[in-house]
């Protein structure tokens, strides 16, 4: 509910919510050694185990990558799981907006920790491609065997599973310090210029579709996040998971997760920060300059709301 609410007041109902999670091929895990029932659980862990599932053909060239992140499409939403990664709630909490959206932090330490490790991967590690992977192209990677791990939606966990011809795992994913993750999806809103009837007919569908049997259907039939704790308690879902274990490793991770990056202009700014990240993932600048840059321009477009 935490991106449903602004100054005290509740705009909109949770309909599929989800986070970013790591799958990995179990297969690829036993063919390297490694042990398919303990997947990574810290960068560290991440590099090591990207540097023994990498695959180079023989002239040099990548037969298999280690690792892979969406890069454009959707790149700026799974680059705040790392940033997120960087702190800890209780003791070192991480703050790169406020809480009523007309300010930004982009020079934050652990902004800058999350992306020279992103950078790495691919520059210094050489696990991960280095530019440009759209939204799309991860899981085809990872279900033709191009891509031993990747992180992705847990929106695309059923697509995975019925797809994949391999055994897939899924884990939380690896963290620096803490484990962190965003959350995100869609919201059901009710437009307030629309005629009431339809109003009430809006509302008697959202609590019908957010009741917790529809809840678990949902999240059954996609692999999305049930956005209601008593959806896990109906007999669907209990038999669903005795067997289906890995649809609760999103829902476990909720304990980590903060709200998705959101602020007023949130298109312009993230567009802001993700040219700004690009340009220092592809060496253009450096990640000091980059985030600085980000900070400066985002300022420029939320002068405006300040209160």
């Known amino acids: 509910m ?30 390297v050694g490694l042990d398919p029932n303990k997947p990574p659980t810290t960068w ?7 540097k023994k599932l990498l695959k180079l053909n023989a002239d040099g060239t990548v037969a298999r990558w280690g690792f892979e992140v969406p890069f454009s499409g959707g790149f700026i939403w799974n680059f705040e799981a790392f940033i997120y990664q960087t702190g800890c709630p209780s003791c070192n909490p991480v703050n790169i907006v406020s809480d009523d959206g007309t300010a930004v932090n982009f020079t934050s330490q652990h902004i800058l920790a999350a992306l ?54 899924v884990a939380p994913m690896p963290g620096l310090s803490c ?62 998971t005795s067997s289906h274990p890995e649809y609760l490793v999103a829902r476990d991770q909720l304990k980590y997760a903060h709200k998705e990056f959101s602020c007023y202009e949130r298109a312009k700014v993230t567009k802001i920060l993700f040219d700004q990240l690009a340009r220092a ?7 000091e300059q980059a985030l600085e840059k980000a900070q400066q321009q985002a300022d420029a477009v939320l002068a405006n709301f300040k209160k």
């Open 2 to 31: 935490t991106n449903s609410r602004l100054d005290g007041d509740i705009w909109s109902s949770r309909f599929q919510r989800s986070t970013p999670i790591l799958y990995y091929n179990e297969d690829m895990f036993a063919e």
């Open 44 to 50: 560290d862990d991440l590099v090591a185990y990207g």
């Open 116 to 169: 020279n490790f992103f950078k790495d991967l691919s520059t210094v590690y050489k696990i991960m491609p280095n530019g440009a992977i759209n939204w799309g192209t991860v899981p085809s990677d990872f279900l033709a065997g191009r891509a031993s791990m990747v992180y992705h939606s847990t929106g695309s966990l059923t697509n995975m599973l019925k797809n994949a011809s391999f055994s897939v795992g």
């Open 179 to 240: 484990y962190g993750t965003p959350t995100g999806g869609g919201n059901f809103y009710v437009f307030k210029g629309i005629p009431a009837d339809h109003q009430k007919a809006a509302w008697e569908f959202i609590r019908w579709m957010t009741s917790p049997e529809k809840a678990a259907d949902w999240s059954i039939a996609s692999g999305y996040i049930a956005v209601r704790s008593s959806a896990y308690t109906t007999p669907a879902m209990l038999n669903f």
């Open 281 to 287: 993932v592809l060496g253009e600048v450096t990640p």
